[in-house]
């Protein structure tokens, strides 16, 4: 029909435009409303989760009240029967490369996971990057997988300094010009991890190398229970022996050790910045190896005094951190990293052991 | 919309000239209301459009249906995912709560922490400091600093008092105020009790021969409560002494504006009149000097050098004594131990392993120790030695003594004077009985005086001519008579003078006014005058 001059009128209701125009607007209402709801901090629901916060700014805003928490230090025990103490444990690994091996080897921790916390460090460079991948997607794996497997919480750091080697290979690694510089930077990420995420309520806390691969499945209640402040087991290597041909180990940390009047002599002519290594035939400081005192298998609970320790495995009192005891990233007493740590645990009047017979399995490259 | 052309074709009244249309062409009314033109409406709508439609509500009615349930179960993750395409990881985030990922190169501590929201965790170790407490936390409500990017820590260790209590009271408090902007982030309490046999009082507090064992349990204590608070999202840590008494409330801005690893204020403590006003107080931050070092090297491992102690003469500069009131606040000054009253330090430096020794550090313990490692590490650690807070005064026990016998002097003067008040008192009352005694005399005096002039007026109202000449003839004898008197005496006076006055003595009949050089102006006037009056007589 032929209208007269006016405005021009859709006669017709355009329904999809309606539609769409609907479920916009509950899409935007939706987000709206989703951020609202999700304000509350889920740390709330559950008091007994350590004081982990995310790390957006977003999470603490002018107007909150967060509660005042109390923590009775007092009420946190470490005894020899930690799983019927419910004791926290809190596994600290500074991490340069993933190994599926150690991943696996941890899950299979038959200490309850809802008492371990994990704590992790990597570099920030490419291999950092790498890790970090691997690592989170073995943890998300985890975290959404059965209950019992799920850990209790997870923490993952990245280092804010450079690490001073660009070869993590082996060879490179244990140059002995390079291990002062490795060995500080490695201290720096053992303290960086261990004061962050030390919680209020750790009882325990075990260092684990993330290249190893395999240990007993009971290796915390075992090391426990002798009650130490710190505890090594002697780690070592399994290869296959190239002249038989069969499956075979060898000793891999020799930084757990008795120290002898020769390391002594050697300290005392040294500088002030100088540090003694051990495993290298240019210094023989002739100390006792605790990986040369395997025995046999059956002598499991043999306890060794040691003066320096190493790393690789190694099960501490949270007070012996508490009171300060740290991995020196300088040389002290010409000590450093793990070694130095247990000078310094020392001086603060801990004293640490090894298990000679008691094997924890390097990975090998 | 023009009349179409083809319509007027169709019609067969067409003719030239459009009788029934206006004259610019436009149709009448019904000129052109030709039926098989019309729109004709449709009985009904297309079944294909009707399923459309059906479809189209339908669609809408479970869309709506689907956000409505959302909203009703917020925590159905997987219709959220279906819903944002999986553009949204909320599903991660409900199952893997216990995951955290921090980038430690994010908190490295700048000058200007307060405009990148930076957090501080402001750690305070508390042992029997009730009487502290409303001190400390005036501060806490005056900090400039956001205080919602400031997080609190506490330790409570062998407290007998009621600090806990008071503690929690007040943190419980500040969180409730009413001003939205006063409330502080995490705020933790950790209690852990060390057994300490060390008392807290001020005298067994600084004792020399206490302080080594002293100070191990008091870095203990620190290290405690670093370890258990310290979080990877913390950018500064900032330590803090319950007594202290002022200190500027910008002072977190203040210090951290200078960018330093470790930096501290100086601190000095106000003190009574009677000593002085003011003095250092924090002798623990110093530089090193070649004296300590040697000294240092002397002493056993587990010896413990004390800062302000005359038993350790490490003759080291001392920020405390370089303070200059008028000095530029923001100096800075290296140094090698620090005091603990108030250091503010990025929290990389505890995070890389520094922390105060509970053991014998190159001979230190402590905040000194603390200062000695973070140099050790190649850390700044820096002093300023005119910006100053001020440390609460608490006399020692010397002090306390000195006080008490001020107080004793105190009072013993004021019973002296209360004593003299009422001696002059006393003696007023006596004086005041005689001077009424005198009044009473001289009154009665007075009247009999007024009684005898009344008589002799009378009497000499009749021969007043006469005797008005007679009077004054009187008193000229009267004075001449004077005169003599005095100058005998003054003449027994120059015997003892001779021997110096020779020479006066010749003219001294002449002249009277010298010679009574030694006694008053009036009797020399008088003198004078009687000579005047000698000579007119």
């Known amino acids: 029909m032929a209208r007269p001059m006016g405005p021009v009128r859709l006669r017709r209701t355009n329904y999809l435009t309606l539609a769409i125009g609907a479920v916009l607007c509950l899409f935007i209402l939706y987000f709206l409303l989703q951020s609202g709801s999700d304000a509350p901090n889920p740390t709330s629901q559950n008091p007994n989760r350590p004081p982990i916060r995310k790390p957006t700014s977003k999470s603490s805003l002018i107007g909150e009240r967060p509660p005042v928490r109390r923590f009775n230090l007092n009420n946190v025990t470490i005894t020899t029967d930690p799983i019927g103490n419910r004791e926290a444990v809190l596994i600290l690994t500074p991490m340069a490369r993933f190994y599926q091996e150690y991943w696996d080897n941890l899950l299979k921790l038959n200490y309850p996971h809802e008492l371990i916390s994990l704590g992790f460090i990597l570099p920030k460079n490419k291999e950092g990057n790498a890790a970090t991948t691997a690592l989170q997607a073995q943890i998300?794996?985890?975290?959404?997988?059965?209950?019992?497997?799920?850990?209790?919480?997870?923490?993952?750091?990245?280092?804010?300094?450079?690490?001073?080697?660009?070869?993590?290979?082996?060879?490179?690694?244990?140059?002995?010009?390079?291990?002062?510089?490795?060995?500080?930077?490695?201290?720096?990420?053992?303290?960086?991890?261990?004061?962050?995420?030390?919680?209020?309520?750790?009882?325990?806390?075990?260092?684990?190398?993330?290249?190893?691969?395999?240990?007993?499945?009971?290796?915390?209640?075992?090391?426990?229970?002798?009650?130490?402040?710190?505890?090594?087991?002697?780690?070592?290597?399994?290869?296959?022996?190239?002249?038989?041909?069969?499956?075979?180990?060898?000793?891999?940390?020799?930084?757990?050790?008795?120290?002898?009047?020769?390391?002594?002599?050697?300290?005392?002519?040294?500088?002030?910045?100088?540090?003694?290594?051990?495993?290298?035939?240019?210094?023989?400081?002739?100390?006792?190896?605790?990986?040369?005192?395997?025995?046999?298998?059956?002598?499991?609970?043999?306890?060794?005094?040691?003066?320096?320790?190493?790393?690789?495995?190694?099960?501490?009192?949270?007070?012996?951190?508490?009171?300060?005891?740290?991995?020196?990233?300088?040389?002290?007493?010409?000590?450093?990293?793990?070694?130095?740590?247990?000078?310094?645990?020392?001086?603060?009047?801990?004293?640490?052991?090894?298990?000679?017979?008691?094997?924890?399995?390097?990975?090998?490259? | 919309m023009l009349p179409s052309y083809s319509s007027s074709t169709t019609s067969k009244m067409s003719s030239r000239h459009h009788h029934a249309a206006y004259a610019n062409g436009y149709p009448r009314g019904n000129t052109f209301d030709i039926s098989p033109h019309r729109f004709q409406p449709r009985a009904s709508t297309p079944a294909h459009r009707r399923r459309k439609n059906l479809l189209m509500r339908l669609?809408?009615?479970?869309?709506?249906?689907?956000?409505?349930?959302?909203?009703?179960?917020?925590?159905?993750?997987?219709?959220?995912?279906?819903?944002?395409?999986?553009?949204?990881?909320?599903?991660?985030?409900?199952?893997?709560?216990?995951?955290?990922?921090?980038?430690?190169?994010?908190?490295?501590?700048?000058?200007?922490?307060?405009?990148?929201?930076?957090?501080?965790?402001?750690?305070?170790?508390?042992?029997?400091?009730?009487?502290?407490?409303?001190?400390?936390?005036?501060?806490?409500?005056?900090?400039?600093?956001?205080?919602?990017?400031?997080?609190?820590?506490?330790?409570v260790s062998d407290s007998k008092d009621r600090t806990l209590e008071l503690l929690v009271e007040k943190l419980e408090e500040l969180q409730a105020h009413e001003d939205p902007k006063q409330p502080y982030g995490e705020i933790s309490i950790i209690e852990k009790d060390f057994g300490q046999k060390v008392n807290q009082d001020v005298e067994s507090r600084h004792g020399f021969a206490a302080q080594a064992s002293r100070r191990k349990l008091m870095a203990q204590a620190r290290n405690w409560l670093l370890s258990a608070t310290l979080r990877p999202y913390h950018s500064w840590v900032y330590w803090r002494d319950v007594d202290v008494e002022t200190a500027p409330f910008t002072i977190l801005e203040d210090l951290m504006r200078h960018n330093k690893d470790v930096i501290v204020p100086n601190v000095w403590r106000p003190l009574p009149d009677w000593l002085g006003g003011e003095q250092p107080y924090d002798l623990n931050s110093w530089q090193e000097s070649e004296t300590a070092l040697a000294l240092a090297d002397t002493l056993d491992e587990d010896a413990v050098i004390v800062e302000g102690y005359a038993e350790y003469a490490t003759w080291r500069?001392?920020?405390?004594?370089?303070?200059?009131?008028?000095?530029?606040?923001?100096?800075?000054?290296?140094?090698?131990?620090?005091?603990?009253?108030?250091?503010?330090?990025?929290?990389?430096?505890?995070?890389?392993?520094?922390?105060?020794?509970?053991?014998?550090?190159e001979k230190h313990a402590e905040t000194e120790g603390f200062g000695k490692m973070a140099k050790r590490m190649q850390f700044s650690v820096v002093g300023l030695p005119h910006y100053t807070i001020w440390h609460l005064y608490?006399?020692?026990?010397?002090?306390?003594?000195?006080?008490?016998?001020?107080?004793?002097?105190?009072?013993?003067?004021?019973?002296?004077?209360?004593?003299?008040?009422?001696?002059?008192?006393?003696?007023?009352?006596?004086?005041?009985?005689?001077?009424s005694q005198w009044e009473q005399d001289k009154s009665e005096i007075q009247n009999l005086a007024k009684e005898a002039s009344k008589e002799q007026k009378s009497s000499s109202k009749k021969e007043s001519k006469a005797d008005s000449k007679k009077a004054s003839s009187e008193d000229e004898e009267?004075?001449?008579?004077?005169?003599?008197?005095?100058?005998?005496?003054?003449?027994?006076?120059?015997?003892?003078?001779?021997?110096?006055?020779?020479?006066?003595?010749?003219?001294?009949?002449?002249?009277?006014?010298?010679?009574?050089?030694?006694?008053?102006?009036?009797?020399?006037?008088?003198?004078?005058?009687?000579?005047?009056v000698k000579a007119e007589s």
């Open chain 2, 59 to 155: 669609g809408i009615t479970l869309i709506v249906v689907v956000l409505f349930g959302l909203f009703v179960w917020p925590g159905n993750a997987s219709m959220t995912s279906i819903f944002s395409l999986g553009l949204i990881g909320v599903s991660d985030d409900v199952l893997m709560d216990t995951v955290r990922y921090y980038d430690l190169s994010n908190v490295q501590g700048t000058a200007r922490g307060w405009e990148r929201e930076e957090r501080i965790l402001l750690c305070v170790p508390l042992r029997d400091a009730e009487q502290h407490l409303p001190m400390m936390f005036s501060h806490l409500r005056n900090f400039t600093y956001p205080h919602h990017l400031i997080d609190l820590a506490f330790l």
């Open chain 2, 478 to 532: 009267d004075d001449s008579t004077e005169i003599s008197d005095r100058k005998s005496s003054r003449g027994s006076k120059k015997v003892k003078n001779q021997e110096l006055e020779d020479e006066e003595e010749v003219d001294a009949s002449q002249d009277t006014r010298k010679g009574s050089s030694g006694d008053s102006d009036k009797a020399s006037d008088k003198s004078r005058k009687n000579n005047q």
């Open chain 1, 140 to 365: 998300t794996k985890t975290q959404k997988g059965p209950l019992k497997d799920r850990f209790r919480s997870i923490v993952i750091e990245r280092q804010d300094f450079d690490p001073p080697l660009v070869s993590q290979d082996e060879a490179e690694r244990h140059k002995m010009e390079n291990q002062k510089a490795r060995r500080a930077s490695m201290s720096r990420a053992r303290n960086s991890l261990l004061f962050t995420a030390l919680g209020v309520d750790t009882s325990w806390v075990l260092w684990l190398d993330s290249d190893i691969v395999e240990t007993p499945p009971t290796l915390i209640q075992d090391l426990a229970a002798h009650d130490k402040a710190l505890i090594v087991p002697n780690c070592y290597q399994r290869y296959t022996d190239p002249d038989t041909g069969k499956p075979a180990e060898r000793p891999y940390d020799f930084n757990s050790w008795q120290d002898s009047q020769t390391a002594q002599q050697i300290a005392t002519k040294m500088g002030p910045d100088d540090i003694l290594l051990e495993g290298y035939s240019e210094m023989a400081t002739y100390r006792a190896l605790m990986a040369y005192m395997a025995e046999s298998e059956d002598k499991k609970d043999l306890e060794v005094n040691l003066d320096g320790v190493g790393g690789t495995a190694l099960l501490v009192k949270a007070d012996v951190h508490r009171d300060g005891a740290m991995f020196p990233p300088f040389p002290f007493y010409h000590l450093i990293e793990t070694e130095g740590f247990a000078k310094m645990a020392k001086r603060l009047g801990w004293q640490a052991v090894g298990l000679p017979n008691y094997k924890v399995y390097h990975y090998n490259e």
């Open chain 2, 394 to 435: 608490e006399p020692s026990v010397d002090d306390i003594r000195h006080m008490e016998e001020m107080e004793q002097e105190r009072l013993a003067k004021e019973a002296f004077e209360k004593e003299a008040e009422e001696r002059a008192k006393k003696i007023k009352d006596a004086f005041d009985d005689t001077n």
């Open chain 2, 317 to 361: 500069p001392h920020l405390a004594y370089l303070r200059d009131p008028y000095g530029d606040p923001d100096m800075e000054m290296e140094i090698d131990g620090v005091g603990g009253v108030s250091i503010l330090a990025k929290a990389r430096v505890f995070r890389s392993g520094v922390h105060f020794p509970a053991f014998s550090f």
